[in-house]
């Protein structure tokens, strides 16, 4: 399957998911590989020449990309009204819209993702168990209320994911 890149936010208000993976050794073709999602950037362990003929020495594989979101509102809209997984176009079944109860607007968008990232739980936990990290990077515009989370926080500890605000 071939890795897919996510289109910037056309909403400023509305929150930018990005995963950020950190890793000693791991090379970053293979998070791309196994995620089938384009990095906005990627730099492998081990020393490196920049394009301006510097020498690093990079200590970690650092891997980051943008998680393409719908709209929160949209998303809250679709899983408050019960839309069927293949209507709304977005994986869910109706246990996974009954998870939802509870959940603020806020969680939706994010539990969304977080459902398709479910499959690449134990090659987080590989990178968590070889002394890397996942990182979930919540980048919301300063003009939103805070962030209230409520459902998601669970389930990032459930597939091994931090989760840092910006």
Known sequence: MKATRAKPVDHPTELQLFLRIKHP????????????????????????VSSTGVRRLHTESYWIAQLPTASML??????????????????LSREDLLALRGATVQDVPILFRLRRLERHKEFFERINREGGSV????????????????????????????????
């Open 74 to 91: 949209e998303l809250a809209k679709r899983a408050r009204e019960g839309l069927a997984s293949q209507e709304a176009g977005l994986g």
């Open 25 to 48: 050794s791991l090379d970053p073709a293979e998070i791309t590989q196994a995620l089938e999602i384009e990095p906005e950037r990627a730099i492998a362990a081990g020393a490196d």
């Open 135 to 166: 990182t979930l990077i919540v980048d919301r515009d300063e003009t939103v209320r805070p962030l209230a989370l409520k459902v998601a926080l669970k389930k990032l500890a459930e597939l091994g994911i931090a989760l840092e605000v910006d």
